[in-house]
């Protein structure tokens, strides 16, 4: 079945920078939008940004625009995250998420599917 594995989840102190990367395997990546999401304890899940199929369009939450970019490589069924000046409300489990339309991408109901997440932990 489809996987979405993150990595480059950790610990990193504040005003530091970390790049997540999502691969996905056995679909057909380039048909596919692909989301970031993140979710802190106690709190809903929520966008962070998203990328259309060739990477023409992309979305930013209100609260990372500026300083994070979203990119996708679709010879290597990738997607990555560089977050910049980060700050400790950006800590939070962050997941890779597919979906076929570009069709209300922020939110997290109409992904089809979804990776295991990654922490990224923001000291101050």
């Known amino acids: 079945q489809v996987q979405l594995v993150e990595s480059g989840g950790g610990l990193v102190q504040a005003g530091g920078s970390l790049r997540l990367s999502c691969a996905a395997s056995?679909?057909?990546?380039?048909?596919?939008?692909m989301g970031w999401f993140r979710q802190a304890p106690g709190k809903e899940r929520e966008i962070v940004a998203a990328?259309?199929?060739?990477?023409?369009?992309?979305y930013y939450a209100d609260s990372v625009k500026g300083r994070s970019t979203i990119s996708r490589d679709n010879a290597k069924n990738t997607v990555d995250l560089q977050m910049n000046g980060l700050q400790p409300g950006d800590t939070a489990v962050y997941y890779c998420?597919?979906?076929?339309?570009?069709?209300?991408?922020?939110?997290?109901?109409?992904?089809?599917?979804w990776g295991q997440g990654a922490q990224v932990t923001v000291s101050s």
């Open positions: 998420a597919a979906k076929k339309q570009w069709l209300a991408v922020y939110t997290a109901r109409g992904y089809d599917y």
């Open positions: 990328i259309s199929w060739s990477g023409e369009s992309k």
């Open positions: 056995r679909l057909t990546f380039s048909t596919y939008v």
